[in-house]
């Protein structure tokens, strides 16, 4: 769910300095492989658990000279809800947790795009996660777009980062002692779709 969350952010970002003349929208394809979204979130206030949402899928339609009309929509299968061993793995898709049977995909769909300065960005979405819909805003930064070196294919980069409160989606295993707000962090790269 924060992997959804951290990909919105990525939209948001772009700002003037990157606009081109007679730029329009162009649809960027999430790279999985060059994509991570974690999720960070108290554990007993001992550590903060992170978890990793892998294998995130999802377009991009990115507006360089009206980012206001860019778009996101992003898709994470909870069965790739990763928390690096495979006893732990199992309780997180219970029903304890992600309920993989019932509910197996986590959906972010952007609703809106700000730019709030000459890289930074906010995009607002409706995250879907078990079942339930609710508002998440992803705060964003553009990094970069052009040509990568090495596959030669045009790439856009951003980073993000967003907030909310699991519970809200009816997620309540363990509360207070593991922790409500969940926090994601995004590093999110997406390839030109020719």
Same mark, same amino acid.
């Given at each position: 769910m924060k992997k959804l969350l951290m990909t919105t952010a990525l939209v948001a970002s772009f700002a003037s300095p990157f606009m081109v003349q007679?730029?329009?929208a162009e649809t960027y394809q999430v790279d999985p492989t060059h994509t991570n979204i974690l999720l960070r979130v108290s554990h007993i206030g001992f550590s903060n658990m992170v978890l990793?949402?892998?294998?995130?899928?999802?377009?991009?339609t990115f507006d360089q000279n009206n980012p206001e009309n860019s778009e996101v929509h992003i898709t994470l299968r909870a069965a790739n809800i990763d928390g690096d061993d495979q006893k732990f793995n199992a309780h997180l898709q219970s029903a304890d947790f992600f309920n993989v049977t019932e509910h197996p995909?986590?959906?972010f769909k952007s609703t809106g795009v700000e730019v709030t300065g000459a890289d930074k960005g906010r995009v607002m979405g409706e995250l879907t996660l078990l079942g339930v819909t609710?508002? &998440?805003a992803l705060d964003v930064t553009?990094?970069?777009? @052009? &040509?990568?070196p090495f596959n030669?294919?045009?790439?856009? @980069?951003?980073t993000a980062t967003a907030s909310l409160n699991r519970s809200d989606f009816g997620m309540g295993y363990g509360l207070p002692a593991i922790g409500d707000e969940i926090t994601v962090d995004i590093n999110?790269?997406?390839i030109k779709v020719q």
């Open positions: 007679n730029a329009h990793e949402a892998l294998k995130p899928e999802g377009t991009l995909v986590v959906t609710k508002p &998440v553009f990094n970069k777009v @052009g &040509v990568n030669q294919k045009e790439t856009a @980069g951003f999110l790269e997406a």
